[in-house]
Every structure is written in structure tokens, then in C-alpha cells.
């Protein structure tokens, strides 16, 4: 009987390990906590400029100093996946007017989300560019989508891929 007590608490253990991995810390993870995470989450870089997925970055050297910095973000995290940022704001019609730039239907959303990969059984970390606060807001706007269509496991990068 011991054996058996032992072996289940052994397994126990091991999926509270499991699912302690696959937990955010929180509404923001740092670039350390999603290197150690990263097979155990799903990144999605959100941008407008879809070009800078592909392209290298560029850097210059300051001229006093000597140290290196980045002028323009290029390439990606492996393994994630690129949302255009322009597909998650809709016009759509509100008691006979049309507006802009607001998020889509639930199903629309949904669609567009597992267009990209996306399932519901990994949590979900958002990367902007993270040059400037337009970057971020993209970010933090979709970080509101998934929040207002019930998707709770989800975060942003700390700084985006330029971080």
C-alpha cells in the first residue's frame, strides 16, 4: 500500500511541476523568464511593420563611447508567429454608423487567432517591437482582446524584441 501512496504522490508532484511551468508570472515576463519558458508558451510578435520579422537589425557605435546600439529592430523570436497588428481593428457598423478601428466580433478574432497556430492549452506571450509606445500600445491592445474574449493566460514581453 506504501508503494502505491508514494507512486501517486511521485505523480502528483510531477504534474503540479508541470503546471507550474506553464504558468505566467504575470500580466508582463521578462526576456530570462521566456527563454527558460519558451517551450512551454506560445509568442506571438505583434506588429505593423511586418517587414522587420525578417529583416537583421541595425546597429551604430557611439562615437565617444564605443558601445553598440540599436537604430531599427529586425528579425524574431523562433518559433513564434507574426500577427499583423492593421487585421485586429475592424470598422464596423454601431447603431447605423460606421466606426473605425475597433476590435473584431469574437468569431472574427477567434479565426484570425487560429490562423495563427494559436491553441488554448499553452498560455500565449504577446512581443511588440518595443522601440517606441505606439509599439507597446499594439501590444497592450491585443493583450485586451484575448482578456475580453476570455483568454486569461496571456502576458507581454518586458520591452519587446528590442529588449
Keep these: 500500500m506504501k508503494k502505491i501512496q508514494w507512486g501517486i504522490a511521485l505523480v502528483l508532484t510531477a504534474l503540479v ?11 508582463v515576463v ?10 512551454e508558451v506560445q509568442v506571438i510578435e505583434v506588429r505593423t511593420d511586418l517587414a522587420s520579422y525578417v529583416r537583421n537589425p541595425v ?3 557611439d562615437k565617444k563611447t564605443g558601445k553598440k546600439f540599436l537604430v531599427e529592430v529586425g528579425g524574431h523570436i523562433p518559433n513564434s508567429s507574426l ?22 466580433e469574437k468569431a472574427d478574432f477567434e479565426k484570425l487567432v487560429q490562423t495563427l497556430g ?15 509606445m505606439s509599439d507597446i ?5 491585443m493583450y485586451w482582446q484575448f482578456k475580453v474574449y476570455g483568454e486569461d493566460s496571456v502576458a507581454v514581453l518586458d520591452g519587446g524584441i528590442a529588449g
Design 17 to 27: 511541476g508541470l503546471v507550474h511551468a506553464a504558468t505566467l508570472p504575470g500580466p
Design 30 to 39: 521578462s526576456a530570462d523568464w521566456l527563454a527558460t519558458n519558451m517551450n
Design 59 to 61: 546597429f551604430d557605435t
Design 83 to 104: 500577427l499583423d497588428f492593421k487585421k485586429v481593428r475592424v470598422e464596423r457598423l454601431v447603431d447605423g454608423k460606421r466606426i473605425k478601428l475597433l476590435i473584431p
Design 118 to 132: 494559436v491553441n488554448s492549452d499553452k498560455p500565449i506571450v504577446l512581443v511588440p517591437i518595443g522601440q517606441d
Design 137 to 141: 500600445d499594439e501590444a497592450l491592445r
